[in-house]
């Protein structure tokens, strides 16, 4: 696999992270900030700092394929994980983990074949998770709720 200064440089980054975000210094999560960032993009940033919390290393944000945008893309142990986080502010248009249905269950695994292949990455463990953040009104901290395993590959192997 051939590395690039992007990538050692988001390496390093990650590496900062998880120092920065070390388990024996708690996370502090807070009610929604004023930061002007989009709804989507705080509960990103929020499940990233989760996921370096519980020794997860970030390799992409925001990764796009041709088929659909993964999220995040992590390695858990020997594992790849490709991690959908879903954002909402309330309940009105229903919870966020419903929201990854079997449509966007095949897009993500789509992209995830197409990242894979991009990479040269063949033969590695694969997991697809969902974190659900609900940044409900009135509420002092939101709820996040961690899926590992979430779904399995919906394409035919």
Excluded at 90 to 118: C, F, M
């Amino acid at each position: 696999m051939r590395l690039g200064w992007s990538s050692i440089g988001q390496t390093l980054r990650s590496l900062w992270y998880s120092l920065l975000y070390h388990p024996r210094f708690p996370l502090r999560i807070a009610a929604r900030s004023e930061s002007g960032l989009p709804l989507g993009k705080q509960g990103e940033r929020l499940a990233e700092r989760w996921l370096l919390c519980r020794g997860y290393l970030i390799l992409e944000r925001n990764c796009r394929t041709r088929y659909s945008e993964l999220d995040l893309v992590a390695v858990d142990g020997r594992t790849i994980v490709f991690v959908e986080v879903k954002t909402r502010s309330g309940l009105d248009r229903g919870t966020p983990e419903e929201a990854v249905d079997d449509e966007k269950q095949l897009r993500i695994s789509r992209a995830a074949v197409a990242y894979l292949r991009k990479h040269q990455l063949k033969r590695v463990a694969v997991r697809f998770d969902v974190i659900a953040i609900d940044f409900a009104a009135g509420k002092e901290r939101p709820r996040v709720v961690h899926y590992r395993s979430a779904f399995e590959s919906a394409l035919d192997d």
